[in-house]
Structure formats: structure tokens, C-alpha cells
């Protein structure tokens, strides 16, 4: 994949992924790894774009991760030059049988219900994520922040004021942040927090995943003023 920053606030992805590495991943290669003892397996919807024998792969992990009774998280992830709305949709519907955690921006949500897109139906399907089996139903909102949605409700987090630089990764970062306090046992609005945290640090630094935080930094963005220095 190339980034092409074509102008300050515009940015074009190229996939050159036919034939890579990543499309070839069979069952095979993940027998192993899902036996290790993971605690989270965390799949996105890119994986099952790229090929049948990844798409296969992507529904084996799933299955046999929710039936050991590993978490499941799943991050729709789409992207139109991947795969068609309509591809996406027959392909991560179904996946989130097994899946403890759904993560999607506001405009994916739909691909994961045949509820059409609208301004109040993120509840609606959050709703039907939920009586799924689902048990975080996340909400990605860019600048607006983020919502969660769980069986004791709703849930919204700001976004964390910065100086954005590069916005590419936000997503990611938001993901990383809220699973890793999931893991530290952290209740939802301390999962978003987190979560809004590392997508504030993703957007104010250039790169993908550059400028991510180690742990001991994560409070940096809330101990200094913005433009100060931790001396």
C-alpha cells in the first residue's frame, strides 16, 4: 500500500495486494497461533477482501477462536477498492455471530445489518449487534469522538483536542487503545478514553503508527498544556 498526500487535507491510498503475502494465509498458518493462548483475536475487514483463501481463513480464525472461548474483536475496516459495499456486507454480517467486540465508523455500520444508512439508525443496529451476541457494539465518530454501545447502553467519548498533522492510522490507534484497556480490565469509559487518547496521538504525528504511544506516555497528551514540554 502507498499514501499519497496530494494536497494538506487529502490523501490517496494505491493497494498493490493481489498476490501478496497477506492474500495467501490458509487455515494452516493459523492453527498454531490460535492455540497459543491469545486473549483477543482481533480481525478487520481488509483480511477477507483480498482473497477466497483469506476470506476462508478470516471465517475459520473466527469460529474456532469464539468457540475456544477466546474474545473475538472485529473492526469492519472497508475499503472501496478492495471490495464492493454489497461483497463487504455478505462477508462481515455473518462473522459477528462470533464476535465480543464490534468496532465500525459511522459509515460502515450499515455493512454489518441490512438497515439502510441514516442519521438515527446507528441505535437500531447496535441494537441488533447486541441481541447477536455482541457485547460492545463501538462507534468510530472521526472529530466528533466515539459512542459505545452495551446491553447497560450507551456510552460517547470526545475526541481529545490536538493539532492534527496526519490523519491517516486514527482508526487503528482508537482500536488499539480501547482493547488494550479492555484487557486491563478497564470499564467502557475508560476503553474509550484510551481509545481517544491513541487516535489523538496518531492524528498530531505523521505516519501510520509512528507516533503511538508506549504505555508510560499515554497520560503525556493530559499532564501538558498543548504546546509544552515534559521536563
Known amino acids: 500500500m502507498f499514501l499519497e498526500r496530494r494536497t494538506a487535507d487529502i490523501s490517496r491510498a494505491f493497494y498493490y495486494r493481489q498476490g501478496s503475502a497477506g492474500s495467501g494465509i490458509s487455515r494452516a498458518d493459523l492453527e498454531q497461533p490460535l492455540a497459543d493462548g491469545a486473549r483477543i483475536l482481533h480481525l ?50 455473518p462473522l459477528t455471530r462470533h464476535a465480543a467486540v464490534v468496532i465500525a465508523s459511522d459509515d460502515e455500520l450499515d455493512l ?51 493539532e492534527a498533522v496526519d490523519t491517516v492510522g486514527a482508526g487503528d490507534a482508537f482500536v ?23 487516535g489523538a496521538f496518531a492524528v498530531s504525528t505523521a505516519g501510520d503508527w509512528e507516533g503511538l504511544p508506549r504505555r508510560d506516555e499515554v497520560g503525556l497528551l493530559e499532564s501538558l498544556a498543548p504546546g509544552g514540554t515534559d521536563r
Request: glycine letters at 10%.
Open 44 to 93: 478487520t475487514g481488509i483480511t477477507p477482501a483480498l482473497s477466497a483463501h483469506a476470506l476462508d481463513a478470516v471465517a475459520f480464525a473466527a469460529e474456532m477462536a469464539a468457540a475456544s472461548g477466546m474474545m473475538v474483536s472485529l473492526d469492519v475496516n472497508f475499503r472501496s477498492k478492495l471490495w464492493t459495499r454489497e461483497a463487504a456486507r455478505a462477508v462481515l454480517a
Open 112 to 162: 454489518l445489518s441490512r438497515r439502510p444508512r441514516g442519521a438515527d439508525a446507528a441505535g437500531a443496529i447496535a441494537a441488533e449487534l447486541l441481541e447477536r451476541g455482541v457485547r460492545d457494539v463501538v462507534v468510530k465518530l472521526g472529530a466528533r469522538g466515539a459512542d459505545a454501545y452495551t446491553e447497560d447502553g450507551m456510552s460517547h467519548v470526545d475526541a481529545v483536542s490536538v
Open 176 to 198: 488499539a487503545g480501547y482493547l488494550s484497556a479492555l484487557l486491563d480490565g478497564g470499564d467502557v469509559a475508560v476503553r474509550l478514553r484510551r481509545g481517544a487518547v491513541l
